[in-house]
């Protein structure tokens, strides 16, 4: 089982950038691929990035390609998300996720065994 902590959201002005972290317990940190999502309020959560176990391959939203990047550096059992030109849309509670399954990235909220409680990301215009 592994435990996933958020954080780096905040208040931000559109066009700002902010980098969110997820710190995972346990020392099996590699065998987890890992995903964020963010749900805005009265919306579902959806998918925003992931990335494979070893980092070697990611995938995005098209709502957030070319602005957001997703990294991982496995020695500090951390994932992180880079998150630049904020628009006020991009105001939501950003989530990671991990999953042990035999799958190489998800993009599905299914596809997660385990999440973070959130941190909250609020663009103003």
């Known amino acids: 089982q592994v435990q996933l902590v958020e954080s780096g959201g905040g208040l931000v002005q559109a066009g700002g950038s902010l980098r969110l972290s997820c710190v995972a317990s346990?020392?099996?940190?590699?065998?987890?691929?890992m995903g964020w999502f963010r749900q805005a309020p009265g919306k579902e959560r959806e998918f925003v990035a992931a990335?494979?176990?070893?980092?070697?391959?990611?995938d995005y939203a098209d709502s957030v390609k070319g602005r957001f990047t997703i990294s991982r550096d496995n020695a500090k059992n951390t994932v992180y998300l880079q998150i630049n030109s904020l628009k006020p849309l991009g105001t939501a509670v950003y989530y990671c996720?991990?999953?042990?399954?035999?799958?190489?990235?998800?993009?599905?909220?299914?596809?997660?065994?385990?999440w973070g409680q959130g941190t909250q990301v609020t663009v103003s215009s």
């Open positions: 990335i494979s176990r070893s980092g070697d391959i990611t």
């Open positions: 346990g020392r099996t940190f590699s065998r987890y691929a």
């Open positions: 996720a991990a999953t042990s399954r035999s799958v190489v990235i998800g993009v599905r909220t299914t596809s997660y065994d385990y």
